[in-house]
Nanobody
Framework: QVQLVESGGGVVQPGGSLRLSCAAS????????MGWYRQAPGKQREFVAT???????SYADAVKGRFTISRDNTKNSVYLQMNSLRPEDTAVYYC???????????????WGQGTRVTVSS
């Protein structure tokens, strides 16, 4: 069993900052990538940012220059520093991890339960 536990969501005013955290635990061999997706009310889940092997990061255009993803491989964790938040960033943010359970095993996607971020004055 693999668990992803997110924390750090909340309510913030426009222009403010939040830091999301996600820690993976359970039975896995290797984490290939960890990242964040979000789902706003009435919309489909969308990609926000990902960190591959703790080195290569990519971002959605909507968050480039405002959000920063980082990894701590010693803690099997990923973080999302969100600055200059806008009302359109309001969503439930989901942690994603792509992992293998054994050497040379297939990569599978795992999801956290989500943490809500509300940007409002």
């Amino acid at each position: 069993q693999v668990q992803l536990v997110e924390s750090g969501g909340g309510v913030v005013q426009p222009g403010g900052s939040l830091r999301l955290s996600c820690a993976a635990s359970g039975n896995f061999f290797h984490i290939n990538a960890m990242g964040w997706y979000r789902q706003a009310p009435g919309k489909q889940r969308e990609f926000v940012a990902t960190s591959i092997n703790g080195r290569n990061a990519s971002y959605a255009d909507a968050v480039k220059g405002r959000f920063t993803i980082s990894r701590d491989n010693t803690k099997n964790s990923v973080y999302l520093q969100m600055n200059s938040l806008r009302p359109e960033d309001t969503a439930v943010y989901y942690c994603n991890a792509r992992m293998s359970s054994r050497l040379f095993g297939p990569l599978n996607d795992y999801w956290g339960q989500g943490t809500r971020v509300t940007v409002s004055s």
